[in-house]
């Protein structure tokens, strides 16, 4: 693996673990086993250029793993699944590295900016895909961003509760909200 996407790796997960401010340069080296003029040689402007470009891969990776669950015949389920798997897998200690970013604030000015601009585009595809099941448009552009809230958010609660229950709930909630607005299927007792 090249320099730069160790030091990539690296910053975002300790990231997802310690958010930004908690994550120091000196962790970001021993995590990655680089040397620290590495940083500086691949992200001149230091530490706030290696988070923002951090924050734009994971935003890549976590954007194919979001393209993946809408794919599936149940995204919402999928998407819970996906957390709750992956908060036990890290006994809690792991959320997302687009949250830690968009948390950072003046520590890393262009790594929040882009995180609004990830949480953009997952809306988006979330929005496309409740219209592709005949969602209205505008209820879909409604509904994409309170399950992205509604998600992100109960994983932060379930982060500070080492419990997977807020994210279930709120999967559940989720499911019923979008199941009302669906179109209704043709009416069985109809001639």
């Keep these: 693996m090249a320099v730069r996407d160790q030091l990539l790796l690296a910053t975002a997960e300790l990231m997802r673990r310690r958010g930004v401010a908690g994550t120091a340069v000196s962790e970001i080296l021993a995590q990655s086993g680089v040397a620290r003029r590495s940083i500086y040689l691949n992200f001149p402007e230091g530490k706030p250029e290696l988070v923002a470009e951090a924050t734009r891969a994971s935003g890549e990776v976590l954007t194919d793993a ?50 609004g601009e990830i949480f953009a585009q997952w809306r988006n595809r979330i929005r496309d895909k409740l219209t592709e099941q005949g969602i209205d448009p505008a209820i879909a552009e409604s509904l994409a961003v309170t399950i992205l809230s509604a998600v992100e958010g109960a994983v932060v609660i379930a982060q500070a509760q080492r419990s997977t229950r807020p994210v279930e709930e709120v999967g559940a909630r989720l499911a019923e909200l979008v199941a009302l607005h669906l179109p209704a299927g043709p009416d069985p007792s109809a001639p």
């Design 66 to 115: 979001l393209e993946a669950i809408l794919a599936t015949d149940d995204p919402i389920a999928a998407f819970i699944t996906m957390w709750t798997d992956m908060l036990t897998a890290t006994d809690f200690d792991a959320g997302c590295p687009v949250v830690a970013a968009a948390l950072a604030g003046a520590d890393a000015p262009k790594a929040s900016g882009q995180a």
